[in-house]
């Protein structure tokens, strides 16, 4: 996989942006899927951003019955952990952080660049993140988990030790259980990331007060 691979969707607030929001997809969904999100964001503190959504590549998915769709890794059990699709992981990983690198060489820095994601997507932006030899602005981090658990202490980079984390789950979430998320914020702040935790009423969705901590977070970061 490589960066040209990934197809964009591309939206910017305002001039000349020196911020870039990276934000990945889930499983099955498609680069639009975030991009109505941009105008309902509280941001009017932050500078100019260019929001990067990217389409993940279509592959079959095991627990879709092998049906082709766009998914950054493949799934096999419902539990999302067991027989994780390691290879199918690093492979995106490699193309998000081919992004990073392109946003670098269009003059935005990696220290105002946030990764973000949904569920699937959100695997990727920890993943990835955690791995970045530069430091980030932040990670969001929406109705997901964070995948190969047991090689992250090895694997993790001291840049984004002290980068901000903001982790969202819905309490009825289905898809996701809202344990697996817990679970990786317990292993994050147990390590000594900063992540913020929230929890709203819904499945596997987002809200408006949802949105509305997202801006608030955005602001936060790239403005710092």
Same mark, same amino acid.
């Given at each position: /996989?490589?960066?040209?691979?990934?197809?964009?969707?591309?939206?910017? =607030?305002? #001039?000349? #942006?020196?911020?870039?929001?990276?934000? /990945?997809?889930?499983?099955?969904?498609?680069?639009?899927?975030?991009?109505?999100?941009?105008?309902?964001?509280?941001?009017?503190?932050? #500078?100019?951003?260019?929001?990067?959504? %990217? @389409?993940? %590549?279509?592959?079959?998915?095991?627990?879709? @019955?092998?049906?082709?769709?766009?998914?950054?890794?493949?799934?096999? =059990?419902?539990?999302?952990?067991?027989?994780? &699709?390691? @290879?199918?992981?690093?492979?995106?990983?490699?193309?998000?952080?081919?992004?990073?690198?392109?946003?670098?060489?269009?003059?935005? %820095? =990696?220290? @105002?660049?946030?990764?973000?994601?949904?569920?699937?997507?959100?695997?990727?932006?920890?993943? =990835?993140?955690?791995?970045?030899?530069?430091?980030?602005?932040?990670?969001?981090?929406?109705?997901?988990?964070?995948?190969?658990?047991?090689?992250?202490?090895?694997? $993790? $980079?001291?840049?984004?030790?002290?980068?901000?984390?903001? /982790?969202?789950?819905?309490?009825? &979430?289905?898809?996701?259980?809202?344990?697996?998320?817990?679970?990786?914020?317990?292993?994050?702040?147990?390590?000594?990331?900063?992540?913020?935790?929230?929890?709203? #009423?819904?499945?596997? $969705?987002?809200?408006?007060?949802?949105?509305?901590?997202?801006?608030?977070?955005?602001?936060?970061?790239?403005?710092?």
């Amino acid at each position: /996989m490589t960066q040209e691979t990934l197809e964009c969707v591309e939206i910017t =607030t305002g #001039p000349d #942006p020196k911020h870039a929001i990276i934000w /990945m997809h889930g499983l099955g969904a498609d680069a639009n899927d975030f991009v109505p999100i941009v105008p309902e964001l509280p941001i009017q503190g932050a #500078p100019s951003i260019r929001f990067v959504f %990217p @389409n993940a %590549p279509i592959q079959p998915v095991t627990i879709n @019955n092998g049906m082709a769709m766009r998914s950054w890794y493949d799934i096999s =059990t419902a539990d999302l952990v067991r027989r994780e &699709d390691e @290879n199918g992981i690093r492979q995106s990983e490699q193309a998000i952080k081919a992004l990073v690198a392109r946003e670098n060489i269009r003059g935005i %820095p =990696t220290e @105002n660049i946030v990764l973000a994601g949904f569920s699937q997507g959100c695997a990727m932006a920890i993943h =990835t993140g955690l791995r970045l030899n530069e430091k980030l602005a932040g990670i969001v981090c929406l109705s997901g988990y964070l995948p190969l658990l047991d090689k992250v202490a090895d694997e $993790s $980079s001291s840049a984004n030790q002290s980068t901000r984390i903001f /982790m969202a789950h819905g309490t009825m &979430d289905p898809v996701v259980p809202i344990e697996r998320a817990k679970e990786s914020y317990k292993w994050l702040t147990n390590n000594g990331y900063q992540v913020t935790w929230q929890e709203y #009423p819904m499945p596997h $969705s987002v809200c408006m007060e949802e949105v509305t901590d997202i801006g608030a977070f955005l602001v936060e970061v790239l403005k710092a």
